[in-house]
């Protein structure tokens, strides 16, 4: 498998498309509810756009990252006023090669410092940070194997929790990693997608909802 050879910090590396111009979650919440989107209509708060590198966008009611270049990643974010989040989404692979990887970001401050919590559809997982520049995988130097992943194209429903210094990461109902990190507290969340293969990957997420922890 490629992931044995290629971690994830190899990818973050090569990072170089920073989304500016997000939306801003209003001042009005409801309850423990923070964001809710079903992409049935369009992109809600999630950022949409067309560049060469790729596109984000509502397409058959979901919303669906393309990247176009080997060993590239690229999100879509929406701000969050808060440091602690429970961010739920399904997503599935519906073109390119399994050679991707896929995911949710929480406290993003900017493009040096933020964590990414990822699987791949050809069944790896892992939780990284980027900070001031400097890229870490935790608990582990590389992308680890799961069979709870569903590989292909099958959906994956994926639960992040950022909640005070632990990360934790979900997969279908099980949890594959909690990490603990007391650097970034507080930041914009989102879903991203990238690949190591030039294969044009294409990722769907549906049913985002991001909630305060124990809610």
């Known amino acids: 498998m490629i992931k044995h050879r290629i971690s994830i910090l190899t990818l973050v590396a090569l990072i170089i498309f920073f989304l500016a111009g997000c939306s801003v979650l209003p001042a009005s919440q409801s309850g423990n509810v923070l ?7 369009n992109a809600g708060l999630l950022q949409k756009y067309t560049r060469d590198t790729g596109s984000a966008g509502v397409e058959g009611g979901e919303f669906t990252i393309k990247v176009f270049e080997q060993n ?3 999100w879509s974010l929406v701000e969050l006023s808060l440091s602690d989040a429970v961010i739920d989404v399904s997503a599935r692979k519906t073109a390119g090669s399994d050679d991707n990887i896929y995911g949710v970001i929480c406290r993003y401050k900017d493009d040096l410092n933020f964590y990414y919590l990822a699987v791949t559809s050809d069944g790896y997982y892992g939780i990284g940070r980027m900070l001031n520049g400097e890229r870490t995988l935790l608990g582990a130097d590389q992308l680890q194997p799961t069979s709870a992943v569903n ?12 909640s005070g210094s632990t990360l934790s990461l979900e997969v ?9 990190d007391a650097n970034l507290f507080e930041g914009q969340a989102g879903l991203f997608a990238g690949e190591f293969a030039n294969t044009g990957v294409e990722i769907r997420f549906d049913n985002l909802l991001i909630t305060r922890p124990g809610s």
């Open 151 to 162: 590989g292909g194209t099958a959906v994956n429903h994926l639960r992040v929790t950022c």
């Open 72 to 74: 590239y990643m690229q």
């Open 35 to 41: 964001l809710a989107e079903s992409f049935d209509d």
């Open 172 to 180: 279908n109902g099980q949890t594959l990693q909690t990490a603990d």
